[in-house]
């Protein structure tokens, strides 16, 4: 396995591809945190190429969006479920934004591409989000060219696309039904095979069935549609439709890098009762993985499952979840596990930057069944996710977290800030 200091090769994706790249390196995660300060962004104007033929300020609240879920200490944290999600929707509503102003070309030149990327970086630098945003990403300004894909205007994409449905597939996503019951999801995939001369079958769940000699067209197909959409419909619409498509993307794996736990392994074994050199092992290990970066609720059980599933592979058959009280939440950096739901990082002028906690509650870690590893369906009729909580948990359901700064690195602190749940009846 990769180390957890190196970036993967960067890559073209889609607003529901998402890969992160840089995942944080702590040197010695046994030592205490040193003490910490609030950390605001610093403003100022940039500086633009001047050969971006786009008026910038007529998506501002997109950018201003994309600048906080991206911000200076948090982005690579957060890359995986909010930072990237929301860059890859600004990349397509900007490219949506040039179709509007430039003789209705979805895609633009490389040159061009390349000086409004950087504009767009340096703008989102100039408010205070990471300027290594295209590395943790993996993105580069040839996501805005259209790549292989021979559809390229507004007249040929209308006339081999069925726009109606397209548009009536994606105007209004669901967040609740569209990961497992996805219309917008095949809509957009079908119409990128039609522009791309592609014409394969898709299963329910608008995944391609059979083969591609050459699977970039389709992909960078996928690009044109979404700067289509992003052209039609009004720019929070869309946000909002690629946010939900990012998180249906993104859900359905476990982020984490597993090294072989073969401490764990070891020590866990043969035990069948609690043992403290297991739970010791065990613990150490989980510690050590929670630092890598923040993931939802849903993600944490696909990371329990995949973590069991090495543990039973090498031997270990006893739940030592159960035995050792692991939880969900212990995935996760500081046991906050954010909400599957798309999230945004808020920001404060007295708090500074900061992010809601789902899930406080604590739900015990799913052991797995066997040491095969399957993919994790959270969408059948057989998966019940965890009750709502009872009077107890009511006390404290919901934890802000906000970012703080010490000199030489970025950490947390745990505000005691409480929420209630609405529960209808």
């Not at 205490?32 to 001047?50: D, H, I, K, Q, W």
């Not at 290594?132 to 040929?156: A, E, Y």
């Not at 119409?191 to 001369?197: D, E, F, K, N, R």
């Not at 739901?341 to 739900?363: E, H």
Request: charged share 15%.
């Amino acid at each position: 396995m990769p180390e957890l200091a190196k970036p993967p090769s960067s890559g073209i994706f889609g607003p529901i591809e998402i890969s992160p790249a840089v995942i944080p390196h702590y040197p010695d995660p046994d030592e205490p945190f040193p003490p910490m300060y609030p950390t605001f962004p610093t403003r100022y104007e940039p500086v633009l190429t001047g050969q971006c033929p786009v008026n910038f300020s007529a998506m501002s609240s997109i950018i201003e969006k994309t600048a906080s879920d991206c911000s200076q200490p948090l982005a690579a944290l957060v890359g995986n479920v909010i930072c990237c999600p929301q860059f890859n929707s600004l990349m397509r509503i900007f490219q949506g934004l040039y179709s509007l102003n430039n003789s209705a070309k979805l895609v633009l030149q490389n040159s061009v591409a390349s000086d409004c990327f950087t504009d767009i970086i340096s703008i989102l630098a100039s408010r205070g989000a990471n300027s290594t945003i295209p590395t943790i990403c993996s993105v580069k300004s040839s996501n805005l060219t259209g790549g292989s894909c021979p559809v390229r205007d507004v007249d040929t994409f209308e006339k081999t696309v069925n726009t109606s449905r397209l548009l009536e597939a994606c105007t209004a996503v669901d967040p609740l039904k569209e990961c497992c019951r996805p219309i917008c999801q095949p809509a957009i995939m079908d119409a990128a095979l039609q522009i791309s001369g592609k014409q394969l079958m898709l299963d329910d769940n608008g995944n391609l069935v059979g083969e591609l000699n050459h699977i970039d067209t389709p992909s960078d197909c996928k690009g044109v549609v979404f700067a289509y959409l992003s052209r039609k419909l009004p720019s929070d619409v869309v946000n909002t439709a690629f946010r939900i498509l990012s998180a249906c993307k993104v859900n359905k794996v476990c982020p984490l890098d597993f090294k072989q736990p073969l401490e764990v392994i070891k020590a866990c074994r043969n035990v069948a009762a609690p043992s403290p050199s297991c739970c010791s092992s065990l613990n150490t290990y989980i510690a050590g993985i929670q630092k890598q970066m923040l993931i939802t609720n849903r993600q944490a059980i696909i990371c329990a499952t995949v973590f069991g599933s090495l543990l039973r592979k090498g031997g270990v058959m006893t739940n030592i979840y159960e035995l050792c009280d692991v939880d969900l939440k212990d995935f996760s950096i500081q046991g906050c596990l954010l909400r599957s739901l798309p999230a945004d990082v808020m920001f404060d002028n007295s708090t500074g930057f900061s992010f809601t906690c789902d899930l406080s509650d604590n739900i015990a870690a799913p052991w797995p069944l066997s040491s095969s590893m399957s993919s994790v369906s959270l969408c059948g009729p057989e998966m019940s996710l965890p009750a709502l909580p009872t009077s107890e948990t009511f006390k404290n359901p919901e934890q802000i977290f906000s970012i703080h700064e010490a000199p030489s690195q970025q950490l947390f602190y745990l505000q005691e800030v409480f929420f209630f749940y609405s529960v209808c009846p």
